[in-house]
């Protein structure tokens, strides 16, 4: 069973979620109202955007055990892992822990989904 505060991989999923959505900057300054621009620059993943920051810093800021448990976690979701190899996903993910969690775990394009999956192979959701 997993130990990690679900709040907290809920937490990771919004803001990956939010992090996904970003695309390319096609217009640097739209010079106009951004209500009028329906608002599209928000979804815009300008250099100076804090999102990835911020998620990197949440991550880093977990503890060993759970930077571990979110790692399986996230192989759970992909499918490398069933809920039943739970404990050898943990242990690999052990293994093969460092520093990088954060990093590691932001380079995966469908972070948000895999993290729900996994939340979800234990019968958690973040839906209210």
């Not at 069973?1 to 939010?18: F, L, N, Q």
């Not at 329906?38 to 949440?58: A, G, H, I, K, N």
């Amino acid at each position: 069973m997993i130990t990690i505060d679900p709040d907290k991989v809920c937490h990771i999923i919004v803001k990956a979620r939010a992090f996904d959505a970003k695309e390319e900057v096609v217009e640097e300054d739209y010079a106009s109202n951004p209500a009028d621009e329906d608002m599209r620059e928000v979804l815009q993943d300008y250099p100076d955007d804090p999102t990835y920051d911020e998620l990197r810093e949440f991550i880093a800021a977990l503890n060993e055990d759970e930077q571990i448990e979110l790692v399986a976690l996230t192989w759970l979701g992909r499918g490398s892992f069933t809920a039943e190899e739970w404990e050898e996903a943990k242990a690999e993910a052990s293994r093969a822990h460092n520093d990088r969690t954060a990093e590691y775990l932001l380079g995966m394009p469908l972070l948000a989904d895999y993290l729900a999956e996994g939340l979800a192979a234990f019968g958690v959701s973040c839906e209210e």
